[in-house]
């Protein structure tokens, strides 16, 4: 009797955990199915973005030989004929490039005139209000005291917050719990997200201090008294 018992206990048990296990099954499927969050970016790696060179952009580089620096130049644009001007070399057109690119060009140029140059490319900040970034800009619009467009800078780290910093902050009955962010989407449409910067400092609702990207439009309301 005492070993029937025991074998029917154990049936019972392994009922129960394979419920168990059933619903934990269901319940990830169910996780895995629900929508992402407007704006969510869960694949997107910027860092692996390759930037193509355009007009108006902003390059630093350095040339160094035997470990000393021959050539500085830390804020060459590219021209509106899509070229650059620099010594030694003269003018390169670069438009359409990435960084590796004119990085690989410039070394074999300067191999000409100096025994393994190591070139050194990278993006500089345009501290023009207007000026052009390589990863594009956001544009700030409302009841801010500096609308206009907001240059995204190269860590593409800008939030909301931030953008309505740089745009002078928030003019005089500006509503902060109402922001509405617009964003266009590969297929033509337009996604928006309202956010609550209030709640983000006084709940301390960080998260919803989204990260911007290229074109997005952050609309701040005027408060209704």
């Not at 930037?51 to 590219?78: C, H, Q, T, W, Y």
């Not at 960084?99 to 074999?108: A, G, K, N, W, Y």
């Not at 983000?200 to 919803?208: C, K, L, P, Q, W």
């Amino acid at each position: 009797m005492t070993h029937q018992m025991s074998r029917r206990r154990l049936n019972f048990l392994k009922r129960r955990v394979a419920v168990w296990g059933g619903g934990c099954v269901l319940i990830a499927l169910l996780a895995g199915c629900r929508s992402t969050p407007l704006f969510g970016r869960p694949d997107a790696d910027p860092s692996q973005d390759v930037v193509k060179l355009r007009s108006g952009l902003v390059m630093n580089i350095v040339v160094l030989v035997a470990g000393e620096k021959e050539i500085d130049e830390p804020a060459v644009r590219i021209l509106e004929n899509g070229a650059i001007v620099l010594p030694l070399l003269g003018k390169i057109t670069v438009a359409g490039m990435g960084l590796d690119d004119l990085r690989d060009r410039l070394t074999r140029r300067y191999q000409l005139y100096y025994v393994r140059p190591q070139v050194m490319v990278d993006f500089a900040s345009d501290t023009k209000r207007d000026g052009i970034s390589p990863w594009g800009f956001v544009t700030v619009l409302g009841r801010v005291k500096e609308p206009g467009r907001i240059v995204i800078p190269a860590t593409r780290d800008l939030t909301v917050s931030g953008a309505i910093q740089q745009a002078g902050g928030f003019d005089t009955s500006a509503k902060d719990n109402a922001i509405l962010v617009t964003r266009s989407l590969p297929d033509g449409t337009a996604e928006s997200r309202t956010i609550n910067l209030k709640a983000v400092g006084t709940a301390g609702r960080v998260d919803d201090d989204i990260v911007l990207e290229a074109d997005d439009v952050v609309f701040v309301p005027e408060a209704m008294f």
